[in-house]
């Protein structure tokens, strides 16, 4: 698949007297800095974008935590920006967007050196003599909005007829609230750090990615979000960015575990052996109820050993009840510990006796 071109802008001009605008001065003067900053939070996000940013409600309620400023505060600050000019107010009312005429032109400016812009014709706040001093600037026609407008975009022209512009659709299972909301589902209730943590994890490695991680820690009972987030580092150290690479390097894991210990399937439980095991339990029926589990378990590991047999295939739930790792079954192999002593260190069970 090719990827879009780039639509929004890595860097936009900032004046240094920004604050001797007329506007801006206004909004100053009602929310003083606060209001100052919320303004330039927004258009880094309307040039991140392109010249132009939703302003939805999941916009808005995402926007307010990552400035940690309360919803309505921001809302009563954008409603005096549309109030004094600073953002066009017709096209936030038909369109629900924040830009201004000042706006598409300083975007115009910073992508002179592109080949091509596009914008679309029911944003333009462009009169005809702007528009063709931009010789890169393609204007085209709105088929179709859909209420979360990809940024990504591809243009067919054919001569002599009217541009039609075509909306890629990205391939996202969740949006970004759906990671908060699973996270929400799954491990409680989100808290303001976590919260900025997870949107900036989004932002770096997609929304999927980071509901993998989350998913992930859920199936390894370690339902926190420490556990979740050393899943993405690790991700990022290996360079990892895509689900269908972070799926194959798990794969590629288990068949490494698999070659080194043996695989479960090819290393089947004989029927001897499970003979013996009865036999032995027949014989001593009295003695057998007197051990505890673990003392059973424990003694299965060093008969399997015996035997040059994988304990781990030969008592499965090794890992699901003790935490038993292949690691830890070389330890009793290279006599650093007993069975018994690993088994009894890894649950609360007490062993008469012992």
């Known amino acids: 698949m090719v990827r879009p071109i780039k639509e929004g802008l890595d860097y936009f001009p900032l004046d240094v007297d920004i604050d001797q605008d007329d506007k801006i001065a206004l909004i100053e003067a009602t929310h003083g800095l606060e209001g100052f900053g919320v303004v330039i939070k927004i258009l880094m996000k309307i040039y991140d974008n392109s010249y132009f940013y939703e302003w939805g409600e999941k916009e808005q309620l995402l926007f307010s935590r990552r400035v940690n400023v309360d919803i309505n505060q921001v809302n009563e600050i954008i409603n005096d920006c549309l109030k ?9 009312e038909k369109h629900q967007i924040l830009s201004s005429k000042g706006i598409q032109k300083r975007y115009l400016e910073a992508s002179s050196r592109r080949k091509k812009v596009q914008i679309d014709n029911e944003y333009l706040l462009l009169n005809k003599k702007e528009v063709n001093s931009y010789k890169n600037l393609v204007i085209v026609n709105i088929n179709s909005i859909d209420d979360n407008i990809s940024t990504q975009r591809k243009v067919k022209e054919s001569k002599g007829k009217e541009s039609k512009a075509e909306e890629t659709e990205t391939d996202h299972s969740e949006t970004t ?76 894991f288990r068949n490494q575990q698999q070659k080194r210990y043996g695989s479960p399937k090819e290393d089947v439980q004989p029927d ?34 015996s035997l040059n047999k994988d304990p781990m295939t030969i008592v499965p739930s090794l890992e699901k009840l003790y935490g038993v790792t292949a690691v830890d079954i070389q330890r009793v192999v290279d006599k650093e510990i007993s069975a018994l002593d690993l088994l009894n260190s890894r649950t609360s069970t007490s062993v008469p006796g012992g």
Do not use: C, H
């Open 84 to 92: 004094w000019g600073l953002f066009s107010e017709p096209l936030y």
């Open 177 to 252: 609230s759906d990671a908060i909301v699973f996270y929400q589902n799954n491990f409680g209730v989100v808290n303001p750090y976590v919260t900025q943590e997870l949107l900036s994890w989004i932002d770096d490695l997609g929304d999927e990615m980071v509901i993998e991680a989350l998913s992930r820690a859920l199936d390894r009972n370690k339902p926190n979000w420490s556990y979740a987030k050393s899943i993405l580092q690790s991700w990022v150290k290996k360079n990892i960015t895509t689900l269908e690479q972070a799926k194959a390097e798990e794969v590629q």
């Open 272 to 305: 001897w052996f499970k003979k013996q095991l009865e036999d032995e339990q027949k014989q001593e029926p009295e003695k057998e109820q007197k051990k505890s589990q673990v003392e059973l378990d424990a003694e299965r590991i060093e008969l399997s050993l």
